[in-house]
Every structure is written in structure tokens, then in C-alpha cells.
């Protein structure tokens, strides 16, 4: 069998797959969300990148191994949300130090925007970054010239997993993005969404000494 028809077959068993988890998620409602603290409330907080990110878009994939990211936790009592997330701001996360899996292409990255993080208390505690409107731009020169816009049509969630610790983590693992790719040879312009591994260190700037931790 031809390896494009094993990749038809195998992505119309996806798309069939995924019809029936929305008509089973459309069916059960979901449970109420429980209560949710971040604290220190009203402390600066810093998410540094430890190891590398990555956003791969159809064959192409971007490598960045520096990357940062600062917020502040809301003031008290907004740090508490007895039915649901806490969300907090952020600056538009920086990438830099950045490589492509393409040969003879240079990539570069460039955010804007209003960009939000949510801290969901549970088990695990989960964590929705939100990458506003055309909020992150990845820029191809070299043998491929391409342009990768995330969140093209409006702001888009991004789930990932939140740990308590010294410091604790931010993890983004295959999460899902929506994109839109323009460009000429080599470029993945049929791709429609990318996917973002990422884990991020979270220090207090406020107070070195104390932990962000997100409780009920």
C-alpha cells in the first residue's frame, strides 16, 4: 500500500475518531470545575524554558532552546475562585536560539498580544495558556521561505499540566495549536494545526524564597 494512502486511511480514522469523542463529549456534560488558589497572591512570577521547545507544523520543525515569560498572580481575593480557573496575565512569551529541521532554513519567532495563563486546581492540575489572535509568528528564510501564524482566526487555548515544587513547572506535551502556513517550496502550507512540547520553571520574583503553588 502506498504511503499516501496509509496516510489517508489513517487520518480518516482519526477524523471518525475524534467525531465520536465530540458527539460523547457533547452528550455528558462535564463535571463542575472545583475550587482554585494561586498564591502568593500578588506576586511577580517568571516562567523560564528548561531544555527546549518545540512547534512542528506538517514536516517542518522549530527548535527553540531559550525562551521567557513573566506575569503576577492576582491580588487577593482574585486569586481565589471558589468554581473554576485562576487566570493570571502574561507578557508575550520571547523565543530566541532557534533552529528548523529543514537544511539551509533559518527560523524566527515573534509573539504579541494579550496573552493569559489559567491555573485549574485538580489531578492533575491543569494549565490553559491563551495565544491571542495571530499572536505568535514563525518566519522561515533560507531555501524555504515560509510564514506560520498561530491562532489565526481568534485566540487559542493551549492545555497543558501544572506541578507544585521549587519551583514549580509549567508542561505544554503535544499540545494542539491552530495555525496557518503561507509560503513556496518546502513550506507545510496544507498544515492546519502544529504541535507545542514545552516545559517552563516558574520562579517568584516578589519573593525568591517562595513557591507559586496552585491549591483548591
Known sequence: MSRSRTALILG??????L???????????LPAAGSTTVTPAGHAF????????????????VTCTV?????????APGN???????SSPI?????????????GVTPTVTTSGAWSVSMQDG?????????PAGGLVVRTTGLA??????????PANVAGTWVNGAPSSLTFTNASVPVTVTGGFGCPTSATASVFNAVYKVSDTTDPAQQITVTP
Do not use: E, Q
Not at 507578557?91 to 537544511?103: F, G, I, Q, R
Open 80 to 86: 481565589h475562585n471558589a468554581a473554576g480557573p485562576v
Open 19 to 29: 467525531t465520536v469523542a465530540s458527539a460523547t463529549a457533547t452528550a455528558s456534560p
Open 12 to 17: 480518516t480514522a482519526a477524523a471518525a475518531a
Open 123 to 131: 489531578s492533575p492540575i491543569t494549565a490553559t495558556m491563551t495565544v
Open 67 to 75: 525562551s521567557v515569560s513573566t506575569g503576577t498572580v492576582p491580588a
Open 91 to 103: 507578557s508575550p512569551p520571547t523565543y530566541s536560539s532557534c533552529t528548523a529541521s529543514m537544511p
Open 46 to 61: 517568571k516562567a523560564t524554558l528548561s531544555g527546549k521547545a518545540t512547534l512542528k507544523a506538517g514536516s517542518v520543525t
Open 145 to 154: 521561505n515560509c510564514t506560520v501564524t498561530a491562532a489565526p482566526s481568534g
